[in-house]
């Protein structure tokens, strides 16, 4: 797994966790939860209460349940004078900290010095009953309460009791005895959740003309705009070219609006009356419930809207209605996939509207089963510690794992499942340290982040891999650990994946009326705004700097060491032309005999018969991938520090990654990092004026720019258009090829004759500044 010239600490390993694909487990064939480790638990569900009688001077009494289980307890919330109260909690025992054999369930009067014992219910777990899913849930029972001498008391507890794993329904909503620790504020806040994203729609306004408008100043006619407000985002057309009362636009205003939609589109029509002073003369409010949704390129009607103003009688707002109106057409766009992440790392490119979504064509089913090697986090009672939790993006959908309190070592075992419509698509791993529980700093820390890109999976293949956190500090690349996952992606119809590569990549909107590079970097970034907005405000809501890191907000941001590993993987890319370009220097310098007579040969054959040459090519590029079947890819990538030029970074560049933006450095240093972008910028201005001078020179060939050179190769024109209309073209391309095949005997050290033409002919470059 380990790539050449990578740590081994930084690489990838192939695990063999316990899992329970395709084994018979005691019960029954494990198909559910197949893809992690089978974790048992003791539940216990409390449901209610009845006829508890009362304790102190009132007769009444404020009940709440302990459940206790050797050194674990879990507490359920008291009610204020309640002798019939409702719970409906669940707790859940992990069976592998289990060192008890009697389950006490107590019900207790909460009082200001001590709480009184109303009753209790023991049961030896020895003969609590096993529930395995898909069985119904076990019904609650009403229990006659105890004393401490085991005699029956006033009062009864409805409770189910059983043994069962994390694939049990109430798993997920249930007290965790690994967070005991965790009060009842905290729980929510360490629960596994499943997040949607909200639906993103394009909302497109097209800004005609507006008329009868009525300017403050009479004595000149209006510079007029129109400003859009939608939430946070404002957008303002150009001033109106026509200085008139009836001004015209024609210019569309591109927005992002989420589902469900709570703010109207505020459209307001500006005089600038002074360089810093507009005033405005009539708004409308559009509610985008009743905005037409266009799913294709087809043109929809406009509409004319009337523009509303108010002005102040008596200090107090009124409103004036008026014969001014404004001409838009405006739509909601559901043929165009949003962007909300990084376009190198989208986990979803279908259209909006789900009338044009084609069939699935996959399932994706991850086994998020453990992380070990976690570096502390945070200090707590004088010793380092970590609350981890697993986070996973796929297309609309968003899983949190629960977060396990006090561990290096976490194991979650939970497994989730994902429709797949695109294999070209990505799901991103984020690891992360709960801040939000007793003792935290109100901030969830990265731990790390894996990315699995899903063309690159095997269908039906289970890749069990433990996989590098890594994390980038100021002080260079750090490892926080290795998280363990299990991921199966199963094909449905192998002929809809192969069609589907056939396929464009993005909705067909993005070809038809294609958004510019501006447009669409602003719209995802508004984008970017919305998705964690609205995931902040779930429960337990998924922070900010959470989204924002796993849809790699900072990813566009300058980075010296990312342009650096962009140049290299190019010198990558163009190195096999580069080895081709060495390999046929060396034949034409008859390095190795045979192989070049071999080249001859071969040569000779195509120029005889060119009907193979593109068999041949395609025959050759065919070969190649059989051989290389051999050493394909048995894992999924991950994160390579040595591509990132992550193991090498200079300090200086690394402070310059992590600076704000724009810069809270000193002037000092940002001059100096001013001056080494000058000079980099000057050896690429250097290198693509030398790129211009040599294409100038070649179109100068035929401009008589230079009359003499123009002159000598009009004639060569000529002459080579005579003896090639002559001349068999085999024998021409025979002739040319051994010219350039020819014995080093026979070649020059000086340039070549049309070489040195090109050198000599003018280009653009005089006339420069």
């Known amino acids: 797994m380990q790539k050449p010239g990578q740590n081994i600490d930084f690489a990838l390993k192939e695990t063999s966790p316990k899992i329970g694909a395709g084994a018979v487990t005691g019960d029954k064939l494990s198909c559910t939860y197949d893809l992690v480790e089978q974790m048992h638990y003791l539940y216990v569900r409390v449901m209610k209460a009845k006829e508890l009688p009362g304790k102190d001077m009132t007769g009444s009494c ?290 909006t509207a789900k009338q044009l979504w084609k069939p699935s064509i996959g399932v994706l089913e991850v086994g998020i089963i453990s992380a070990h090697g976690l570096m502390p986090m945070k200090t707590k009672d004088g010793k380092g510690t970590t609350d981890a939790y697993c986070v996973a993006k796929y297309g609309q959908k968003w899983i949190r794992t629960r977060t396990i309190v006090d561990s290096f070592t976490p194991k979650w075992n939970e497994q989730y499942t994902w429709e797949v419509f695109d294999t070209c698509t990505v799901i991103t791993f984020g690891a992360f340290d709960n801040g939000h529980i007793p003792g935290g700093s109100g901030k969830d820390m990265r731990i790390g982040k894996v990315r699995i890109r899903l063309s690159t999976l095997e269908a039906d293949r289970i890749y069990t891999h433990s996989y590098p956190l890594l994390v980038f500090h100021p002080s260079g690349i750090k490892k926080t650990g290795e998280i363990q996952l299990a991921v199966r992606f199963t094909c449905l119809s192998l002929i809809n994946m192969l069609h589907m590569y056939s396929q464009p990549l993005l909705p067909k909107m993005h070809y038809i009326h294609p958004l510019s590079v501006l447009q669409l970097d602003s719209l995802r970034h508004q984008a970017m705004n919305i998705v964690s907005a609205r995931l902040n405000r779930a429960e337990p809501p998924l922070r900010k700097e959470i989204v924002e890191y796993m849809l790699d907000v900072d990813s566009h941001m300058w980075s010296m060491r990312r342009s650096k590993a962009n140049f290299f993987r190019i010198m990558n890319v163009l190195s096999g032309l580069i080895a081709v370009g060495k390999w046929f220097d060396q034949i034409c310098n008859w390095r190795n005999p045979i192989t070049t007579i071999l080249i001859h040969v071969l040569f000779i054959i195509l120029v005889l018969y060119p009907e193979l040459i593109l068999p041949t090519v ?152």
């Open 62 to 351: 404020d009940p709440y349940v302990e459940v206790k289980l050797g050194n674990y307890k879990g507490v359920t919330k008291h009610f204020e004078k309640k002798s019939n109260p409702e719970w409906k909690q669940v707790f859940a025992f992990s069976k592998e900290r289990i060192q008890a054999s009697i389950l006490e369930v107590v019900v207790k009067d909460k009082d200001l010095m001590v709480d009184d014992l109303i009753g209790r219910i023991m049961f030896d777990l020895n003969e609590i009953p096993k529930r395995v899913p898909p069985d119904s849930p076990l019904a609650p029972q009403w229990y006659r309460l105890e004393d401490r001498h085991g005699r029956k008391v006033k009062g009864e507890l409805m409770l189910a009791v059983w043994m069962g794993t994390q694939a049990d329904e109430a798993f997920s909503d249930a007290w965790h005895s690994d967070a005991a620790t965790v009060g009842p504020e905290g729980v929510t806040h360490i629960r596994s959740k499943v997040y949607l994203s909200p639906k993103l729609w394009y909302v497109r306004v097209n800004v005609i003309e507006a008329q009868d408008l009525i300017p403050h100043d009479k004595t000149k006619f209006p510079e007029v705009y129109v400003k859009a407000m939608l939430g946070n985002q404002t957008l303002r057309t150009r001033i109106s070219q026509t200085k008139t009362l009836n001004p015209m636009w024609n210019e569309d205003l591109m927005f992002v609006v989420a589902e469900p939609f709570e703010e109207p589109l505020i459209l307001a029509v500006e005089d600038r009356v002074a360089p810093n002073k507009d005033e405005t003369l009539g708004r409308c409010a559009i509610p985008l419930q009743h905005v037409q949704r266009r799913l294709d390129h087809r043109p929809l009607s406009s509409r004319w809207f009337n523009l509303e103003k108010h002005i102040m009688v008596d200090g107090e707002k009124k409103e004036i209605k008026f014969a001014s109106r404004i001409h838009l057409r405006i739509f909601l766009e559901g043929g165009y996939h949003v962007l909300d992440e990084s376009t190198h790392y989208s986990s979803d490119l279908r259209p």
């Open 618 to 769: 395609f025959l050759y590029l065919f070969l190649i991938g059989i051989w290389n079947f051999r050493w394909r890819p048995r894992h999924p990538p991950h994160m390579d520090t040595r591509l990132s030029h992550a193991d090498a970074v200079h300090p200086d560049e690394l402070d310059e990654e992590f600076d704000t933006f724009p810069t809270s450095r000193s002037s000092e240093i940002v001059r100096m990092r001013y001056d080494r972008l000058r000079s980099i910028a000057g050896r690429v201005q250097t290198v693509i004026g030398d790129l211009a001078t040599q294409g100038e020179r070649f179109l100068s060939l035929l401009s008589w720019r230079d009359p003499r050179a123009t002159t000598l190769f009009v004639f060569f024109c000529l002459i080579a258009a005579v003896v090639l209309y002559v001349t068999p073209f085999q024998v021409v391309a025979l002739l040319a090829g051994i010219y350039v095949l020819r014995h080093p005997r026979f070649r020059h050290k000086l340039p070549s004759v049309p070489l040195n033409l090109l050198r000599r002919l003018p280009a653009r470059s005089d006339s420069l500044l």
